[in-house]
């Protein structure tokens, strides 16, 4: 048999299960908020129309790194050089 034990796919399962709950919990709020709005709540209009914006720019930031090749290095820290004296406490 190839691939992941059954053990850590039924963990895996049990995550994606999670998040579509999550996923599915949040879009029922945003829809909330939009009938807040639809009801005469309409200080909420930008903050409503932003947020997916922004989502959507991000990811479609994201996919266009994934697109070009675009790998994250870690970052390198440098030592502090020796001659640097540490303050007096």
């Not at 990811?59 to 540490?86: C, F, R």
Request: hydrophobic share 50%; net charge neutral.
């Amino acid at each position: 048999m190839s691939g992941p034990p059954r053990a850590s796919r039924l963990e895996g399962l049990a995550r994606a299960k999670w998040r579509l709950v999550g996923l599915v919990l949040a879009l029922c709020f945003y829809a909330l908020l939009w009938l807040v709005v639809v009801a005469g709540g309409t200080a909420l209009v930008a903050p409503l129309i932003v947020v997916p914006v922004i989502a959507l720019l991000v990811a479609g930031g994201n996919w266009l790194q994934h697109w070009l090749g675009i790998t994250h290095s870690p970052p390198q820290y440098a030592e502090p050089s020796s001659d640097v004296e540490e303050p007096e406490r």
